[in-house]
């Protein structure tokens, strides 16, 4: 299956296709307790021999909060230097509506990908979490 989603960054529209493994990742389970943000799976561990694969987060049923319009942000790949550019994930990903996100992993070479969470509470408030994808 070829899944074809566009991603703009930076003024600049990148174009990433992916060709998803029948193994998948299993769906992260998002949820908000509080002002926090729980992930059911940190950091999210892609093994190279899935190949390119699709991410999916998602929110329980009938919560009160929703994905920021941004979703996900891929801030960069971790080096001990701090993070630098990366070319696994787009640098955006919010197709599947404000109670699910999926976004397209590469998936060709090792390393670590911070990412940032972005919900909107009940009241709209932002609220952020940082976690992990990792890429073996």
Not at 73 to 89: F, S, Y
Request: hydrophobic residues 35%.
């Amino acid at each position: 299956m070829k899944k074809r989603i566009q991603a703009v960054a930076l003024f600049a529209a990148v174009t990433w296709t992916v060709s998803a493994s029948s193994q998948g990742v299993p769906p992260v389970d998002v949820t908000l307790v509080g002002s926090d943000i729980h992930v059911s799976r940190d950091p999210i561990d892609v093994q190279r021999k899935q190949g390119a694969v699709v991410i999916r987060w998602q929110l329980p049923r009938g919560v009160d909060y929703r994905f920021d319009p941004t979703g996900i942000v891929v801030n960069g790949e971790k080096t001990g230097a701090g993070l630098r550019p990366q070319d696994q994930l787009p640098a955006s990903c919010f197709a599947g509506g404000p109670t699910q996100v999926t976004c397209p992993n590469r998936n060709t070479k090792r390393g670590e990908f911070k990412y940032t969470i972005r919900l909107r509470d009940r009241n709209q408030n932002l609220i952020e979490k940082d976690p992990i994808i990792v890429n073996r």
